[in-house]
């Protein structure tokens, strides 16, 4: 069963960086493609971004678009989210997990044998 390990979250003030990680629990990722997820109290998980690990082809979702990229991606047993430009709204916890990821793409849809994991806290805020 594919489950990974989120960090990286912390306090910061708006317009601050934060680097999150998505670590493998054992020695390899063991998935072709990863998703980012972030759960706002009272709102749903959304999708926020995803990377196929084989083509490097990456989707951002329109609330992130052009603040959040993968840095460091060493494809083997971690990836890693550079979020730039932190805003409050973007207060949330946030779960990395197996996602399904054809021809080369990736989706927004979990990997069926994949578990979430316990998320990492990101809190935006003067």
């Known amino acids: 069963q594919l489950q990974f390990v989120e960090s990286g979250g912390g306090l910061v003030q708006p317009g601050g960086s934060l680097r999150l990680s998505c670590a493998a629990a054992?020695?390899?990722?063991?998935?072709?493609?990863i998703g980012w997820f972030r759960e706002a109290p009272g709102k749903d998980r959304e999708g926020i971004s995803c990377?196929?690990?084989?083509?490097?082809?990456?989707n951002f979702a329109y609330p992130v678009k052009g603040r959040f990229t993968f840095s460091g991606n060493n494809g083997e047993n971690t990836v890693y989210l550079l979020m730039n430009n932190l805003k409050p709204e973007d207060t949330a916890v946030y779960y990395c997990?197996?996602?399904?990821?054809?021809?080369?793409?990736?989706?927004?849809?979990?990997?069926?044998?994949?578990?979430w994991g316990q998320g990492t806290q990101v809190t935006v805020s003067s």
């Open positions: 054992g020695s390899t990722l063991g998935a072709s493609a």
């Open positions: 997990v197996a996602v399904v990821g054809s021809d080369g793409f990736c989706t927004y849809r979990k990997n069926p044998t994949a578990k």
């Open positions: 990377i196929n690990l084989r083509t490097n082809f990456a």
